[in-house]
């Protein structure tokens, strides 16, 4: 399996499983829905990040060579593309089954403005947590003495070569 169709299927699926909830905490407990929001879009970025951030590392460990890395922004946006579309296309489907209320928002809305929502919720933490990652390791590396952040060449100059 592609590794963007993983992230976009379990971070699709998480958008799903947030509305979902929050659709039923909104019908039982509706003077706290703005605090249920914002805890659903924490745990949501939070997740993005955590899986941007292990992307990032384990790119920087296996290329310690900025130039000659994986292309994760591709990654993450097809990513986000596919987790956003689905995400809208599924909370439509599931808004018809009794008892769901995800908004009464029409398809267009949902694969639209909402979707595009969401694709940006995916991509743009996610590229802050690769880039953290990446900068992890190669602070981890400095520590160690040399500087896999830096090209070979850069490398050599320093070293006096």
Same mark, same amino acid.
């Given at each position: 399996?592609? *590794?963007?169709? !993983?992230?976009?299927?379990?971070?699709?699926? +998480? /958008?799903?499983? !947030?509305? /979902?909830?929050?659709?039923? $905490? =909104?019908?039982?407990?509706? /003077?706290?829905?703005?605090? =249920?929001?914002?805890?659903? &879009?924490?745990?949501?970025?939070?997740?993005?990040? $955590? %899986?941007?951030?292990?992307? #990032?590392? $384990?790119?920087?460990?296996?290329?310690?060579?900025?130039?000659?890395?994986?292309? +994760?922004? =591709?990654?993450?946006?097809?990513?986000?593309? *596919?987790?956003? !579309?689905? *995400?809208?296309?599924?909370? %439509?489907?599931?808004? @018809? +089954?009794?008892? @769901?209320?995800?908004?009464?928002?029409? &398809?267009?809305?949902?694969? /639209?403005?909402?979707?595009? @929502?969401?694709? +940006?919720?995916? @991509?743009?933490?996610? =590229?802050? #947590?690769?880039?953290? #990652?990446? %900068?992890?390791?190669?602070?981890?590396?400095?520590?160690?003495?040399?500087?896999?952040?830096?090209?070979?060449? !850069?490398?050599?100059?320093?070293? #006096?070569?």
């Amino acid at each position: 399996m592609n *590794a963007w169709v !993983l992230r976009a299927v379990g971070l699709g699926a +998480l /958008t799903i499983v !947030l509305r /979902t909830v929050l659709g039923f $905490a =909104m019908v039982y407990w509706p /003077t706290n829905g703005s605090w =249920m929001r914002i805890l659903c &879009l924490i745990v949501l970025l939070a997740a993005v990040i $955590a %899986w941007g951030v292990l992307d #990032g590392r $384990a790119d920087r460990r296996a290329n310690a060579d900025p130039e000659h890395g994986a292309d +994760l922004t =591709m990654r993450w946006l097809e990513a986000g593309l *596919a987790g956003g !579309l689905g *995400a809208g296309l599924v909370a %439509w489907i599931l808004d @018809f +089954l009794p008892k @769901f209320d995800l908004g009464d928002n029409g &398809l267009f809305f949902e694969i /639209t403005s909402g979707a595009s @929502f969401i694709i +940006l919720l995916i @991509f743009v933490p996610a =590229m802050i #947590g690769v880039a953290l #990652g990446r %900068w992890l390791v190669g602070r981890e590396g400095r520590k160690g003495g040399s500087a896999p952040d830096a090209p070979l060449s !850069l490398r050599k100059e320093s070293a #006096g070569v």
